[in-house]
């Protein structure tokens, strides 16, 4: 009897471990478009908290079973890292109906709470289900190709700013500057991510054969590209803030910062980079994320008559029309 209950323990666990409940806290990438929507309409939907909570939920639901596929079809290739290796998928403990059965429930389920919060939140969240299955399935599996694989991974956060914003607002799109600076804002977190581990790995060859993308990656171009990815994300961030609030111009040189220091996380030895759940850890770079945070909602609430003249290019003798 007792080796009957272990036998029923150990699937369950290694069934909730490839769900990467530790990984919903990305959806934290939710808040942003959730504000801006909050901004961009004059009273809030009645059942707000309710939408929120359902809309939270559905997302980590959908997420879930983007990582259930993404573990089961990775485990040949987690065998060749150092420390994925012992995955429960790497070691065979898992059966293909088992993982099947769960992305299935976790996909219908998450899909089912999406469409009781709107039927845009509902088209963007078949979006993110449907780009798990680019990613990781044959023939596209676009994580095997070399800057696709960051492209078409990062696209998950403008979808999580979208379903944040279609929690609130239904039938329209927020600004295609801040999407493609959440866009490019992950794609340079993904990048430094890539970084991290193939300096972890240590051995090009052994790289690519966990990660079939790092065959055409050096840490020099990963390092390059990241910075691509950054500048792009500052240029949209720059439109969007100072489109929406001349006051948010005081704010750059903390988002400068911000990536900054996430690139020296990137650098060190193990760095909390190549997992970003365990990125908590990191809690002066927490800390400042918090302060950040803080930052741009007083720039949101007080105004600064003094940055008034730098919306007016006459009075700064550039000679610019109405």
Known sequence: ???LKTAVRIPLADLVAIARPDHWFKNVFMIPGLAIGLLSVP???PDLAFAIL??????????SANYTINEW???ESDRHHPLKHTRSAAQGRLAAHQVFAQYVVLAVVGLGLASVVSRDFFLASNVLLMMGIFYNVHPFRTKDRTYLDVLSESVNNPLRLLLGWFIVVDGSFPPSSVLMAYWMGGAFLMAIKRYAEFRFIGDPQRASLYRRSFAGYTEKTLLLSGFFYAITASFFLAIFLIKHRIEFVLSFPLFAILFV??????????SAAQRPEKLF???PFMAYVGFLAAAVAVMQL???PFLYPLLDGRQLGLGMGN
Request: proline letters at 0%.
């Open 1 to 3: 009897m007792q080796a």
């Open 43 to 45: 009273e809030a939907r």
């Open 54 to 63: 359902i809309g939270l939920v559905s997302t980590c639901m959908v997420a």
């Open 73 to 75: 079809l990775d485990a």
């Open 261 to 270: 220091w996430y690139l020296s996380i990137g650098m060190k030895d193990g």
């Open 281 to 283: 850890r990191e809690m």
């Open 302 to 304: 007080v105004d600064m």
